[in-house]
């Protein structure tokens, strides 16, 4: 989904981070990532999403990170981000939308005596308006590994 600011430690500029090697997840990284979303769009990330081992490893002990700009971002942790990757996103310019006729919806099965059974069924996708407000840093180690 993403492309435009999507960043690895030590790949076309993008620091390793801290001036070590290990391409771990440091500061420096979230800060110069936060700039070059911020210089590519005039956007405002405003959510971290991350890994347990990704938030682990920069021990950040709140669900908030102040950045260099004195800008606050909500710290999410989900099970389901890649553990070498950390997502910047932009809530603003993020929804959950129904794809087009499959919003929730019930349809009713059949009828015996006095038991009605149906289904409820629906379709949703994410979607992201100006791409370029958002970014990911992937290829991260844990601990040093």
Partial sequence: MLSTNTFEPGVNGF???GGVSTNGLTEELINRALKMIWDQSSGSVDTILLNGD???A???ASC???SD???YHNVVVSR???SD???FLDSSKISV???EGRSFQYKPLSMADDSIEGQVFGEYTLEMKNEAAHGLIHGLSLDGK
């Fill in 15 to 17: 620091p390793n981070g």
């Fill in 58 to 60: 920069l021990n950040l």
């Fill in 85 to 87: 990757t950390v997502f």
């Fill in 54 to 56: 990704q938030k682990h």
């Fill in 97 to 99: 939308t129904p794809i």
């Fill in 80 to 82: 389901w981000v890649p």
């Fill in 69 to 71: 700009c004195g800008e």
């Fill in 64 to 66: 908030f990170y102040k």
